[in-house]
């Protein structure tokens, strides 16, 4: 588990930056998914080098379609990508479920506060948080929600 300190340290780095200067650098995006694939080589954690590929191509395929509408920048994309292959496959589709939600809470503030837009890294980093600290939270939120 200490391991995840590196991509959370990085995401407050892209949170930085994505607030500041509504940009998230691409080196930045870069140590989160080179750093993912050294400890996956390494076998340091769980992920294997299959499944930390296939949750990198999840958040990006996810997100694409959403990048090419200007609905999300490209460094969104890559960050959601980068951090996918530290959660690999399976727990990725968690990630971008908690993101989703908490962007959807960052655009409702952001419209009642009278603006048109928001950094998303803010919203990229807790769903990561979310999806690391508490990964069986989407089953156990479909299991209440079916009764």
Request: glycine content about 10%; proline content about 4%; aromatic content about 10%.
């Amino acid at each position: 588990m200490w391991l995840m300190l590196i991509p959370i340290t990085l995401c407050v780095e892209a949170v930085y930056h994505d607030v500041k200067r509504r940009e998230i650098p691409d080196s930045v995006n870069a140590r989160i998914l080179l750093t993912a694939l050294l400890v996956t080589c390494l076998t340091w954690h769980s992920v294997t080098l299959a499944d930390a590929l296939i949750g990198m191509l999840i958040g990006f395929f996810a997100v694409l379609p959403f990048t090419l509408k200007d609905g999300i920048g490209g460094g969104d994309l890559k960050l959601v990508a980068a951090l996918g292959a530290w959660l690999g496959g399976g727990a990725t589709l968690g990630f971008l479920f908690w993101s989703a939600m908490c962007g959807m809470v960052m655009a409702i503030t952001t419209h009642l506060l009278g603006r048109k837009d928001f950094p998303f890294a803010p919203a990229i980093a807790s769903g990561f948080l979310i999806a690391i600290c508490w990964p069986n939270a989407l089953t156990r939120l479909i299991e209440l929600l079916r009764g």
